[in-house]
């Protein structure tokens, strides 16, 4: 998995801890299955937009894309 992305999903978890949910009530706000989103915590998988999407608005949270200087 790009480091880029194992990044994202450790910001997810961070949040996901900070609003004190479970993996479950996650992926029921996100009308997920609690499968998904361990495979996901776990880096197992590389999440689709649209699941990492759902993610995000269920977190509350901003998917922000900004340049990067090269």
Known sequence: ??????????LLIEQRHS????QQELA???CLTQ?????L???KTM????TLLKI???????LTITSSPH
């Open 1 to 10: 998995m790009p480091e880029d992305c194992a990044f994202i999903i450790d």
């Open 41 to 43: 915590e776990s880096k």
């Open 47 to 50: 999440p689709q937009l649209d």
């Open 28 to 30: 029921h706000a996100a």
């Open 35 to 39: 499968s998904v989103i361990a495979r």
């Open 19 to 22: 609003k004190g949910m479970t």
């Open 56 to 62: 995000v608005n269920a977190l509350g949270c901003d």
